[in-house]
């Protein structure tokens, strides 16, 4: 088997972005390139219910593995057992060879434990699973998302999100659709300014500047040196600690002690106008980040519907043309800042049964 970081070994693409950056959305297009065939998905979800896992791996014949959880405090063992799972599978005949990977991170990754994990010199191997990823696997980019309408809020009250752009090689920008007025364009060239001092290094582009999405996809070996000078020391920090500062036990519904993630699952069709109503009082609460989900609505339940908000902003909703697994019942994660769970739980309760579901339609109807 090839060393680890050897041009023999498997290339691994980072992708991440914080919360709402429209990493999958990104993911999901880079993917249908035909150039991508043979791409391997590792796809990490804050929460307990997978989402990003079916909406990456509809249609696709690809191997997506998910691992859930808050990804700062399990990162490294995670992607570390997850390619010791692809390649486990290949070896056993369970999944044809792949040719490269790409690892979506949840929207509150800190970088610095996965690319530890995957860099030689990084984290120390553990055990010979570790040992063998290292000499299959080298990290050999990482693509950063941008949301230029929400982005520059999170950038300022986030760390992960500065953590996230310094670390990249290249950092495409979102949502430029959104600021189409003369007023906003001159607003976009001060943020890319912006980026340009916070990594000099990095390759600012949106997605109208790429001729092929297939071309943010690394195929090199990626190098922690030539980025912002805080890297090194993220880095060196996180070896000197062992990541004792990040596996700490925890609910994995938990990031810190503010933001978590409030899992909402029902088995029945929704009603389709009590839904918006809930939707519409939901993205009304002080401390939501964010609101994705899958969802059976009644009027055609084999259709399933993709919600996406970001702080108070609600995105088009889409229907996909079927569920993309077995599981075919409503699943939404709101994940929030100082949000109540219980007070989210009761909201959706209400708002998705009679009366009271009726008498919520009216206001917001």
């Not at 009726?358 to 917001?364: D, E, N, P």
Request: with cysteine.
């Amino acid at each position: 088997m090839p060393p680890s970081g050897s041009a023999a070994a498997i290339p691994v693409t980072l992708l991440t972005g914080f919360l709402g950056s429209g990493k999958t959305t990104l993911l999901g297009a880079v993917l249908a390139d035909p150039a991508m065939r043979g791409t391997a998905v590792v796809v990490n979800e804050f929460g307990t219910i997978a989402i990003d896992h079916d909406l990456v791996h509809a249609g696709r014949e690809d191997y997506v593995v998910t691992s859930t959880g808050c990804v700062c405090c399990t990162a490294g063992s995670d992607i570390r057992a997850s390619l010791f799972e692809i390649a486990d599978a290949v070896d056993r005949g369970a999944f044809p060879r792949f040719e490269r990977v790409i690892v979506e991170t949840t929207g509150l990754a800190d970088p610095a434990p996965i690319i530890n994990s995957l860099i030689p010199g990084g984290a120390p191997a553990a055990g010979l699973r570790d040992h063998v990823v290292a000499r299959r696997f080298r990290l050999a980019g990482v693509v950063t998302t941008f949301d230029v309408v929400t982005g520059p809020l999170a950038l300022d009250r986030h760390i992960e999100s500065w953590k996230q752009l310094a670390f990249a090689d290249r950092i495409v920008l979102t949502k430029t659709d959104l600021v189409r007025d003369v007023a906003s364009r001159h607003d976009l060239d001060e943020l890319r300014r912006r980026l340009q001092v916070l990594n000099p290094s990095a390759e600012i582009v949106t997605r109208e500047d790429v001729v092929r999405l297939s071309d943010l996809i690394g195929e090199g070996t990626y190098l922690p040196g030539g980025k912002p000078e805080d890297v090194a020391g993220w880095l060196a920090l996180e070896r000197a600690t062992g990541g004792a500062g990040h596996r700490h036990a925890h609910d994995p519904n938990r990031h810190g002690d503010r933001i978590q993630a409030v899992p909402l699952v029902e088995a029945e069709p929704l009603d389709p106008g009590l839904f918006n109503a809930f939707l519409d009082l939901m993205m009304l609460q002080v401390g939501v980040l964010r609101l994705k989900g899958v969802v059976a609505l009644s009027d055609d339940p084999g259709r399933p519907m993709v919600v996406h908000g970001v702080q108070h902003m609600l995105h088009e909703r889409r229907r996909l043309d079927r569920w993309p697994s077995e599981d075919r019942r409503s699943r939404i994660v709101v994940l929030g800042d100082g949000l109540s769970p219980e007070a989210t739980r009761r909201l959706f309760s209400a708002a998705i049964r009679r009366p009271l579901a009726q008498r919520l339609a009216g206001v917001f109807g």
